[in-house]
């Protein structure tokens, strides 16, 4: 298994897995943020971020979640290192040249962009629930259990236009880092036959635009209607 995993084919097969990963993960969070635009009482968010939180399950798929986050981030920061040792030279014009609308070409780019939204979204929502606390986060009762009000730290962040510029490039980031790592994660894992890369391909992009579009409509919704 270590002599797998230092080869090169083993590190992108754990980067592949990790990426799909980490791709169920956001099809959850956009699910749970998604309730923020339901419900401008709070009651749908604050029942949903409270089970997330309170869930055995979720509880133990956390640690998990973090260890693919910095198992995905090395393994594709060794991927590239090594890329770019293999071919030190930049494209030439003609040879593809790398530009910002080719995910293919610069997803460590990208991904290193995400991180850092990821990073801003982490330090305002995650560790304020967790660790710090907040003056938003006042306990309510919902249907007779009491919680954390999530709900209004998370929308009161997101009255924030700086703010709400920032998800929205963010979700876009998202989206295209997706766009190219779906389909090419599972041709790493053996997906490689033409006929599957071209179903694949489409869904990851028909995915990425699914995610862009639903981290970017919520805090535009919050623009609009606040």
Same mark, same amino acid.
């Given at each position: 298994?270590?002599?797998?995993?230092?080869?090169?084919?083993?590190?992108?097969?754990?980067?592949?897995?990790?990426?799909?990963?980490?791709?169920?993960?956001?099809?959850?969070?956009?699910?749970?943020?998604?309730?923020?635009?339901?419900?401008?009482?709070?009651?749908?968010?604050?029942?949903?971020?409270?089970?997330? !939180?309170? $869930?055995? &399950? *979720?509880?133990?798929?956390?640690? @998990?979640?973090? %260890?693919?986050?910095? /198992?995905?981030?090395? =393994?594709?920061?060794?991927?590239?290192?090594?890329?770019?040792?293999?071919?030190?030279?930049?494209?030439?014009?003609?040879?593809?040249?790398?530009?910002?609308?080719?995910? !293919?070409? $610069?997803? &460590? *780019?990208?991904?290193?962009?995400? @991180?850092?939204? %990821?990073?801003?979204? /982490?330090?305002?929502? =995650?560790?304020?629930?967790?660790?710090?606390?907040?003056?938003?986060?006042?306990?309510?009762?919902?249907?007779?259990?009491?919680?954390?009000?999530?709900?209004?730290?998370?929308?009161?962040?997101?009255?924030?236009?700086?703010?709400?510029? @920032?998800?929205?490039?963010?979700?876009?980031?998202?989206?295209?880092?997706?766009?190219?790592?779906?389909?090419?994660?599972?041709?790493?894992?053996?997906?490689?036959?033409?006929?599957?890369?071209?179903?694949?391909?489409?869904?990851?992009?028909?995915?990425?635009?699914?995610?862009?579009?639903?981290?970017?409509?919520?805090?535009?919704?919050?623009?609009?209607?606040?």
């Amino acid at each position: 298994m270590s002599s797998f995993l230092s080869a090169s084919i083993g590190r992108k097969f754990l980067m592949s897995i990790t990426g799909l990963f980490l791709i169920s993960f956001l099809c959850i969070h956009l699910t749970l943020n998604l309730f923020l635009t339901f419900d401008d009482t709070g009651t749908l968010f604050n029942l949903a971020a409270n089970f997330m !939180a309170t $869930n055995p &399950f *979720i509880r133990i798929m956390e640690p @998990l979640l973090a %260890l693919g986050f910095i /198992i995905h981030i090395i =393994w594709s920061g060794w991927i590239t290192l090594e890329n770019m040792r293999a071919r030190p030279q930049k494209y030439a014009y003609g040879d593809q040249l790398l530009s910002w609308w080719a995910p !293919a070409k $610069n997803m &460590f *780019i990208l991904g290193f962009m995400v @991180l850092i939204f %990821l990073i801003i979204h /982490i330090s305002n929502f =995650w560790i304020k629930m967790k660790l710090t606390g907040d003056p938003l986060l006042k306990d309510v009762v919902v249907d007779g259990v009491e919680m954390h009000n999530a709900y209004a730290l998370v929308s009161n962040l997101f009255l924030s236009r700086w703010y709400d510029l @920032l998800y929205v490039a963010g979700g876009i980031l998202i989206g295209l880092h997706i766009s190219h790592g779906f389909w090419s994660a599972f041709q790493t894992i053996g997906f490689s036959n033409q006929i599957w890369l071209k179903r694949l391909k489409f869904l990851a992009i028909a995915i990425g635009i699914v995610f862009a579009a639903g981290f970017s409509y919520i805090p535009l919704y919050f623009m609009i209607k606040f």
